[in-house]
C-alpha cells in the first residue's frame, strides 16, 4: 500500500511559477514511478509528467514540456513538479499517482494509487 498526499496548490497569475509536491508514504515490494495528473471541470482527467523510481528517466505531456519538471528525492519520499510559465489552461487539480510497476506510462489506468489533488487556478 502506498498512501499520496499533495500539496503546493493555489492561485497564482498568469507567468507566475508554483511547485507541487507529492509526499508517499507506505510501502510496496516494487519500486514505483510516480505521475502527475490533472483534471479541469467538465474535462478528462489527463497525464502532465512521470518520474521513473530511480529519478533518471522522465515524460511529459507536450502541453507542459519546457515549463514543467517533475523530480523526486527518495530520501524524503517526496516527488515534485516545478511549473514555470503557467498559463490559465493549466487550472485544474492536480493528481499525483503511483504506478507499482515503474513504467513512465501516460494512461491513467497504469496506476494503483492516486492521492487526493490540490487546487492549482491560474487567472489572466
Known amino acids: 500500500q502506498v498512501q499520496l498526499v499533495e500539496s503546493g496548490g493555489g492561485l497564482v497569475q498568469a507567468g507566475g511559477s508554483l511547485r507541487l509536491s507529492c509526499a508517499a508514504s507506505?510501502?510496496?515490494?516494487?519500486?514505483?514511478?510516480i505521475g502527475w495528473f490533472r483534471q479541469a471541470p467538465g474535462k478528462e482527467r489527463e497525464f502532465v509528467a512521470v518520474v521513473s523510481w530511480m529519478g533518471g528517466s522522465t515524460a511529459y505531456a507536450d502541453s507542459v514540456k519546457g515549463r514543467f519538471t517533475i523530480s523526486r528525492d527518495n530520501a524524503k519520499s517526496t516527488v515534485y513538479l516545478q511549473m514555470n510559465s503557467l498559463k490559465p489552461d493549466d487550472t485544474a487539480v492536480y493528481y499525483c499517482?503511483?504506478?507499482?510497476?515503474?513504467?513512465?506510462?501516460?494512461?491513467?489506468?497504469?496506476?494503483?494509487?492516486w492521492g487526493q489533488g490540490t487546487q492549482v487556478t491560474v487567472s489572466s
Open positions: 507506505g510501502r510496496t515490494l516494487r519500486p514505483y514511478a
Open positions: 499517482a503511483a504506478d507499482t510497476f515503474n513504467r513512465l506510462a501516460p494512461a491513467k489506468d497504469f496506476y494503483d494509487y
